[in-house]
Nanobody
């Protein structure tokens, strides 16, 4: 099992940037893909971005393409989500998740470990 701890959330204004971090422990970090999901109030959890175990492949939701960038540092057992030009509709709890395999996955059913989440609030 993998333990995940997110950090970096906060209250920002529209147009600002934030960088979320997720520290992993447990399984060998370089053996599995990682993903970021978010859940806004009253909405279902949705996929944001994913990165393969090596970091060589990434995917992101259409809603954040060109705005958010996922990266990882296997030496530090960490994955990151750089969020630029934030909008009020980006307000949500952001979760990192560890995948069951090495690839990038859109569906939450391919992730078996989840962090506790970090709140991101964007004011207009």
């Amino acid at each position: 099992q993998v333990q995940l701890v997110e950090s970096g959330g906060g209250l920002v204004q529209a147009g600002d940037s934030l960088r979320l971090s997720c520290a992993a422990s447990g399984r060998t970090f370089s053996n599995y893909g990682m993903g970021w999901f978010r859940q806004a109030p009253g909405k279902e959890r949705e996929f944001v971005a994913a990165i393969s175990s090596s970091g060589g492949s990434t995917n992101s939701a259409d809603s954040v393409k060109g705005q958010f960038t996922v990266s990882r540092d296997n030496a530090k057992n960490s994955v990151y989500l750089q969020m630029n030009s934030l909008k009020p509709e980006d307000t949500a709890i952001y979760y990192c998740a560890a995948a069951v395999g090495r690839a990038t996955y859109y569906s939450s059913r391919f992730y078996n470990s989840w962090g506790q989440g970090t709140q991101v609030t964007v004011s207009s």
